[in-house]
């Protein structure tokens, strides 16, 4: 015998049914497996520790050199929000030992995972810190990675500037594996370098 289902109850689920669907969870997003993501730096390169020049050695970034790193960007706050960061928010008054302190142990967690590698330039007998150097991957098609660096005002007074960039170009070309770098601010302008990746 068949059994007698009530016009509201069939009202019911036609109406539902379209709803159910509605609210099925969505589909899962595609995971991209690890093998394939591009490595930053490939897996055989070894990327340097220590770098010593006539007028500066270079050193990775990490709590070893907390102290003279946060010496170096306190003592010449303005000139590098203009200079470098293009903003207020780096550095600042408000920024606590402390602080510096995890943002070092950021630095060396980064180059460690080989995500990005960042070095504290010193001077030669590496009392003091007068720069630093970021090298990390490039989101801008066609380029391979970003290279920006800073030095303290009394450094750039004294000409470190310039003598830091040009070292900087040439030990990019001879001891790095990459095929084009960008100098965001130097090589390439503020605002082509922001429209670029305004469009990527």
């Known amino acids: 015998m068949m059994k007698f289902i009530p016009w509201w109850v069939l009202a019911f689920a036609a109406f539902a049914s379209p709803l159910a669907a509605q609210q099925q969870p969505a589909a899962p997003a595609i995971r991209v497996k690890p093998e394939q993501i591009r490595p930053f730096v490939p897996e055989a390169f070894d990327p340097p520790k220590l ?119 040439n030990w990019m070309q001879t001891a790095w594996p990459f095929k084009k770098v960008a100098y965001p601010g130097r090589a390439i302008d503020w605002q082509t370098w922001d429209n670029l990746r305004a469009t990527n």
């Open 51 to 169: 770098v010593e020049t006539a007028r500066f050695k270079i050193v990775p970034l990490g709590p070893a050199v907390v102290d003279r790193d946060y010496r170096a960007y306190m003592s010449s706050i303005e000139h590098l929000q203009k200079t470098f960061s293009r903003s207020t928010t780096w550095p600042h008054e408000g920024i606590s030992h402390a602080d510096a302190v995890k943002d070092m142990e950021n630095e060396q967690a980064r180059f460690t995972r080989r995500q990005s590698f960042d070095y504290a330039v010193l001077t030669t007998d590496g009392s003091r810190e007068i720069g630093s150097v970021y090298i990390s991957p490039s989101h801008v098609a066609g380029y391979d990675a970003v290279v920006r660096m800073w030095v303290t005002k009394e450094a750039y007074d004294a000409g470190l500037d310039a003598e830091l960039y040009a070292w900087l170009t």
